[in-house]
Each structure stands twice: as C-alpha cells, then as structure tokens.
C-alpha cells in the first residue's frame, strides 16, 4: 500500500482538498481509504446509545455493526496515541492510504497553504514534505501546486507514488 499525507494549517482546506481528489483518484480505478487525525478529544458515539454506555461502563473496544456498515472504537485508556503505521496495519489493503495531519510521522506530504491564514510555511522544517498547494505562488525548492487544480495534484501524487491505474481486460 501506498501513503501518502496533508499537513496544514487549521483552515487550510487539506479535507476539502482530500475529499476533492478522493472521487478523482478512485474514477482512476484506485482503491482509497483514509485516515484523519483529530487533535482535540472527539467522539463519534453519543451519550445515550448503547455503545457510548459500553464505552462509559469501561469497555476497551466496542463494536457497532449493521448491513451497511461497521465501526470499531478502541479506547486508549492512558496508552500513548497509536502511530498511522499501527493504524494502517488495522486497515484492508488498499491502492493508497490518503493522511490528513500526522505532520511529524515520516511519509511523503504536500503542505496545503493558504495565504490569508498569514502563518509560516511548515515546509522548511519537514524533510517529509514534498509539495506545496497553495492559493498563491510560493516560494520553495519543492513542487509547487495550485490548491484548485485536483487534477494535477492528483497526478502528481499518482506519480510521485508510482501508482499504476488498474485496467480492465478487454472484453472480446
């Protein structure tokens, strides 16, 4: 499987951005599974469901299951956060594994900048980051995007990860 991640400021767009390439790259023929990080203490339960009251009873994991759909929650109960490696391997295989944020684990990223957010470019000091999209032109040694051309960010992170597009066998 391939990685490939979206630092940026808060409010930069970087799920805008994923949630625009995700439609582009699967019509590509690629698998696509995503992991978002949260940095403030989020909860998909609601008190008052059954899970949540698993949860607050002192479940480590509880499962939700229906015909279209499952969830696991697992409850860190004072271990250290898992890295996106720990969680990749939880996850089916798929063509590529888009990140949202994990700005310090070390996979390819594009830094997405907007430039009335007025705050520094976090790409001097990550090695990792590999292209900017950005509203505006920035200065950079690195590949520089326009954060409205899905297109061509698609493309290049289909390169940039050497991705090959699944073709169908032709049907004689």
């Not at 992991?35 to 949860?55: L, Q, V, Y």
């Not at 960010?153 to 390169?159: Q, T």
Request: proline fraction near 6%.
């Amino acid at each position: 499987m391939k990685i490939f991640g979206f630092v940026g400021w808060s409010g930069s767009g970087k799920t805008r951005l994923i949630v625009k390439l995700l439609p582009i790259l699967i019509e590509r023929g690629y698998t696509v599974s995503t992991i978002k990080h949260a940095h403030h203490n989020f909860d998909i339960d609601k008190p008052g469901k059954d899970s949540f009251e698993h949860r607050k009873a002192g479940a480590s994991e509880v499962m939700i299951a229906s015909e279209k759909r499952w969830a696991l929650m697992r409850e860190h109960r004072g271990t250290i956060e898992p890295n996106p490696i720990t969680l990749i391997s939880k996850m089916k295989p798929v063509d590529i594994i888009l990140i949202e944020g994990f700005k310090k684990y070390k996979h390819p990223k594009i830094e997405v900048y907007r430039s009335h957010l007025a705050k520094p470019l976090i790409h001097p000091e990550d090695p990792d980051i590999v292209g900017i999209a950005s509203d505006q032109e920035v200065k950079a040694t690195i590949k520089r995007l326009n954060i409205e051309d899905f297109h061509a960010i698609a493309d290049f992170i289909e390169n940039y990860c050497r991705l090959k597009q699944h073709v169908s066998p032709e049907v004689v």
